[in-house]
Nanobody, 123 residues
Framework: QVQLVESGGGLVQAGESLRLSCAASGSIFSINRMGWYRQAPGKQRELVAVITSGGTTNYLDTVKGRFTISRDNAKNTVYLQMNSLQPEDTAVYYC?????????????????WGQGTPVTVSS
């Protein structure tokens, strides 16, 4: 089993910054892709940023230039540095990972989610 534990959410004012962290642990062979999603009240969950094992990144258009995703492969941890936060960034942020596990003599690719960490930006 694999667990994702997030931290770093909170309440900030517009223009301020936050850094989210997500650490993966458990029976991990490798982590292929890690990312951050968010879900605002009454809205669908959306992809904010993703990073591959090779370091390729992709961002939601509205966060480009403000958010930076990075990862520490040795620690199985992904980060999201969020600068110039705006009220529209208010949401619960979820960590996501596509993990290769070794199970019953074979390899499988499973997707895991963190429990979510709330980010609230006041105007």
């Amino acid at each position: 089993q694999v667990q994702l534990v997030e931290s770093g959410g909170g309440l900030v004012q517009a223009g301020e910054s936050l850094r989210l962290s997500c650490a993966a642990s458990g029976s991990i062979f490798s982590i292929n892709r890690m990312g951050w999603y968010r879900q605002a009240p009454g809205k669908q969950r959306e992809l904010v940023a993703v990073i591959t094992s090779g370091g390729t990144t992709n961002y939601l258009d509205t966060v480009k230039g403000r958010f930076t995703i990075s990862r520490d492969n040795a620690k199985n941890t992904v980060y999201l540095q969020m600068n110039s936060l705006q009220p529209e960034d208010t949401a619960v942020y979820y960590c996501n990972a596509l993990v290769t596990v070794h199970r019953m003599g074979t390899y499988a690719h499973d997707q895991y989610w963190g429990q979510g960490t709330p980010v609230t930006v006041s105007s």
